[in-house]
């Protein structure tokens, strides 16, 4: 039996964490191409720090419901092929009216990826988002032909993530942190080079490890004064894709590095990926995310909370990201 209301945490205000209040709403009802889905599990990214912000790219005004991607049971399917998924356990990603952070969500049935046994609820619910664009950024290097690449906010789960994929694919890495506390761990991780931005000749060292691992292309995750300094550090011709914001600064690039080194700055929004490359491409990296890269595709989870709890939790991860994901459970 499926209930009429549900709890779910509303965003009421663009303020953060602190915006977020647990409440009694109505359950939503699948329509035609869509599943209702049963949350066991929600995750916690950047991406949804930036919505609860009112600052990312789909932005629903409040109340409404947050998080983009969970991992529950299918329990009801409006008309079409969504009835072919009902009681599997799927991962689900959805930026409608109804997130993630609720006890049920709706979602198109293609938003939607069975799962297999041996993946847990919890790496279920970080299966699409960080994996699909580790799976996207590893793989637009290795069609322009690179032998190396170079890649900021290392130690997050996506950096990490990241390493261990363009490994395992044959790239070689250069890899900036803010702190020289983590050179070691991804340098076992898999890091060729290890690079921090705090040292005073960070700029010098970092084109020196880029010519040394022949990075020929840039993953950008901070934005403001690091993107113009990636690009300066790689070859000409060489692309910095900037995919996030966590400097909350405008991306600061020296106009010479782009006149004079042929060298681009690209904007890069997974669900335009997605878009572009379609489902068929988007099918076949979910099938190498759930068996030859489940190892790579991982994510560490420092905590897991209830919905009552989540705004204590999400300032905990916002104070430590590289300390691992969290977990939202109904």
């Not at 580790?134 to 997050?156: E, T």
Request: glycine share 10%; hydrophobic share 45%; charged share 20%.
């Amino acid at each position: 039996m499926i209930p009429t209301t549900m709890r779910a945490l509303q965003l009421e205000s663009f303020d953060g964490p602190e915006g977020l209040h647990l409440r009694e709403v109505p359950t939503p009802v699948a329509r035609a191409g869509q599943v209702l889905v049963k949350i066991r599990t929600a995750a916690v990214n950047p991406s949804d720090l930036m919505f609860l912000r009112g600052r990312y790219g789909v932005r629903r005004e409040p109340p409404t419901i947050p998080g983009f991607e969970g991992c529950g049971d299918v329990v009801a399917a409006g008309p079409g092929l969504g009835r072919l998924l009902v009681g599997r356990r799927v991962a689900v990603a959805t930026q409608g009216a109804f997130g993630t952070w609720g006890e049920y969500t709706v979602a198109d049935v293609s938003s939607c990826l069975p799962l297999r046994a041996r993946i847990s609820d919890a790496q279920g619910a970080m299966m699409l988002v960080n994996p699909l664009t580790a799976w996207a950024l590893i793989d637009r290097a290795l069609r322009d032909g690179a032998k190396g690449v170079l890649l900021n906010a290392a130690n997050s789960a996506l950096g990490r993530m990241m390493i261990r994929t363009a490994r395992q694919r044959g790239l070689r890495v250069v890899a900036i942190v803010r702190s020289a506390q983590h050179v070691a761990a991804l340098q076992a991780l898999g890091a060729d080079a290890v690079v921090v931005s705090e040292e005073a000749e960070f700029t010098a060292a970092l084109k020196d490890a880029c010519a040394a691992q022949r990075c020929g292309i840039g993953f950008d995750a901070v934005a403001g004064k690091q993107t113009g300094q990636m690009l300066a550090a790689l070859p000409r011709g060489a692309h910095v894709l900037t995919y996030g914001a966590l400097s909350l600064e405008p991306v600061q690039v020296d106009v010479g590095t782009l006149l004079f080194g042929n060298r681009v700055v690209e904007g890069f929004w997974l669900t335009e990926w997605i878009r572009r490359r379609g489902m068929g491409t988007v099918l076949r990296a979910m099938l190498d995310i759930q068996t030859g890269l489940a190892d790579c595709m991982s994510t560490e989870v420092q905590a897991t909370y209830a919905f009552a709890d989540a705004p204590a939790g999400i300032r905990a991860y916002q104070d430590a990201m590289g300390a691992g994901k969290i977990i939202l459970k109904p």
